[in-house]
């Protein structure tokens, strides 16, 4: 992932903005493409949750950046104080309510689609979803703000996982891993510490840092979702208030 696409998701917008479909500017159109890989699970969330079904949901997840491609951005943002959050929310739920677009959508992009929901991809969401969210009667806005923290979290694991990797510590990443996880099944500290060759306290040691660095990591992926870093503290509480219980 490009450093520029991590420094803020609002430079990627404004140059999106003075982009248009046939002129050369790959680095824009690859982190736009970075965008959709990295949210288009809130936005089907939030599809699923107004009713759509995995299809069609998909297919509106898919129209919606399509039209990225075509107007080389996703729309005029209203406001420069704005979360990238609610940016995103409020443009999706725009196009969502032109429906007709979802019959042009397929065929935007020039056959460059940034975004290719596959079988494999969407059976994953709805199993995500399921665990996240298991009532039906979910509101559409929670789902999608639950979906959303959860794919920031998973962008700074990620990065996490790179930096150790390049330490030469992926094998040691790998074993605590699940103890940074939502999702993940953590083993005993003991049995880590075995696996590893270590001792139970290094062990606990390195936790400790790579939970430390996990959250500067996340402060940072929340950082480039604002125009104000100011606000960082704000957005993190509403993330860890999006991901408990309704």
Do not use: N
């Amino acid at each position: 992932m490009q450093d520029r696409f991590r420094t803020t998701r609002w430079s990627v917008v404004s140059a999106a903005g003075r982009w248009r479909p046939g002129q050369a500017h790959e680095e824009v159109r690859r982190a736009l493409g970075e965008l959709a890989e990295t949210y288009w699970p809130p936005l089907y969330a939030w599809a699923r949750r107004r009713g759509a079904a995995p299809e069609e949901a998909a297919d509106l997840v898919q129209g919606f950046f399509a039209e990225l491609v075509e107007k080389g951005g996703l729309a005029a943002r209203p406001d420069e104080r704005a979360r990238f959050r609610s940016f995103l929310a409020t443009a999706f739920r725009r196009f969502v309510g032109h429906r007709a677009e979802r019959e042009r959508a397929q065929k935007r992009g020039g056959g460059r689609a940034l975004l290719s929901l596959d079988a494999a991809a969407l059976e994953h969401e709805e199993r995500t979803l399921a665990a996240l969210l298991p009532a039906p009667g979910d509101d559409p806005e929670r789902a999608f703000e639950r979906r959303w923290a959860e794919a920031l979290m998973r962008v700074a694991l990620e990065r996490l996982a790179e930096e150790c990797a390049r330490a030469g510590q992926a094998e040691r990443f790998a074993a605590l891993r699940p103890h940074l996880a939502l999702d993940g099944e953590a083993a005993p500290h003991a049995e880590v510490a075995r696996a590893l060759g270590l001792s139970e306290g290094a062990v606990k040691v390195a936790l400790h840092r790579l939970r430390r660095r996990y959250g500067e990591l996340l402060r940072q992926e929340v950082a480039g979702t604002l125009a104000d870093e100011a606000e960082v503290e704000a957005e993190l509480a509403d993330l860890i208030s999006a991901l408990g219980p309704a």
